[in-house]
Structures are given as C-alpha cells and as structure tokens.
C-alpha cells in the first residue's frame, strides 16, 4: 500500500512527465517541484528539474526523442 503522500507526489511527478514530454519545460519544472514539497528527497523529481532547466536554456532537437544526453561531467 502506498502512502497518501508518496501518491499526491506521484501525481504530480507524472503530470510534470507528460508535460516534459511535450517539450513543455517550465510547466513541467513547475510540476517536478511541487512533487518536492511534498517528498523533499524525491531524486528523479530533482534530476527533472535540472533537466528542465538545460532545456529551458537550450532546447533539444526538433527530432529529440525524450533521451537526455549529458554533455559535461
């Protein structure tokens, strides 16, 4: 059984998904850090943010197929 906040912050973590599939970054990082008020330590919340915001910066390829690909170590 899952708790009833670890699912609100699933909830939002998957809108803030559809949202960065759509290439839509800012309401997805919107979305990513809600889910980080309510599950602080939420990694892959916090890994999307991050990606949000290279992509707010610079946007993937018009052929991007949703594989981020790390440029810097």
């Not at 916090?46 to 992509?55: A, G, N, P, W």
Request: hydrophobic fraction near 30%; aromatic fraction near 14%.
């Amino acid at each position: 059984m899952i708790s009833e906040q670890k699912q609100k912050m699933l909830d939002l973590y998957n809108q803030g998904m559809n949202h960065y599939k759509e290439r839509n970054w800012s309401k997805a990082k919107d979305f990513f850090s809600q889910a980080l008020t309510v599950v602080p330590n939420d990694g892959p919340s916090k890994l999307y943010v991050y990606r949000c915001e290279q992509y707010e910066k610079t946007s993937p390829p018009a052929d991007w197929n949703g594989v981020f690909i790390m440029t810097t170590k």
